[in-house]
């Protein structure tokens, strides 16, 4: 069975604040990183998956991001899926 890459990118809702990039923006402007603006802090997944093709990969990790590796009510996340060779 092919074997496919997942790339998962889980980002809070543009509509929601981010502490998490609040903080990590302000630290960068204290650095002397004054051209930063708007950090959003999120979580990067990457894993491989044994399926018989790429759109069942990618079915697969949206459900896995919709059951357990994001929370919908306050993140929205991408799928990114590649074919490992």
């Known amino acids: 069975m092919p074997r496919f890459k997942v790339d998962v990118q889980i980002m809070p809702r543009a509509q929601l604040l981010d ?3 609040n903080a990590v ?8 990183f ?3 603006k708007d950090v959003r802090v999120g979580k990067a997944l990457t894993f491989d998956v044994d399926q018989p ?3 069942n990969a990618q079915r697969s990790a ?3 991001c919709e059951k357990l590796l994001s929370n919908p009510v306050t993140e929205d996340f991408s799928v990114s899926v590649t074919e490992v060779l």
């Open 25 to 32: 923006e302000h630290a960068l402007k204290s650095l002397g």
């Open 19 to 21: 502490p998490q990039g």
């Open 62 to 64: 949206r459900e896995m």
């Open 53 to 55: 093709d790429a759109d």
């Open 34 to 36: 004054d051209a930063v």
